[in-house]
């Protein structure tokens, strides 16, 4: 039994589920840092899958939303986010491209795009060119949509050699 007073395993891992969702692996993360066993932590967390409060499906699918819509991140840098999170490949690559369906990604890009251009304050197109384009792969960006996205702000007909 863990020395966390009065709280157990389920109701403390129950209050941080009431404030956002979590993956399986940071709920473990963070019984672990309150000192509870492995076997309390594996009972809370099966008990709450079981109950539907915990779900990494669900928490995958917020987080894609997130990223994508509030911080116009690209499906490379989420994928990299949700594996961090513990999230599984499977599960990432899922909902990932449910949501990343046709041009959304390049929608995206371009909006990040437009967003960053007027920061770069060069002269020289290509080294504008070059730095969008770290800038946008950093973001998670595919190369394609990278290229697609830069073409379009920076008005060039055909793409920079």
Known sequence: MSDNGNRNAFDTASKLLSTREHSREQ???KLQQRKFTA???EDALNRLEKFDFLSDERFARQM???WSESK???PLEIRMRLKEAGVSSEISAEIISEFFVEDIEKDLCYK???KKAPSIREE???KKYAKLY???SRHGYSSDAVRSAINR???FDTEVD
Do not use: C, Q, S, T
Request: no cysteine; charged share 40%.
């Open 112 to 114: 990040d795009a437009l």
């Open 27 to 29: 709920l473990r993360r």
């Open 39 to 41: 076997e309390e932590i």
């Open 134 to 136: 770290g800038y946008l």
């Open 124 to 126: 020289d197109k290509r």
């Open 64 to 66: 894609v939303r997130y």
């Open 72 to 74: 116009l991140r690209g």
């Open 153 to 155: 702000v920076l008005n």
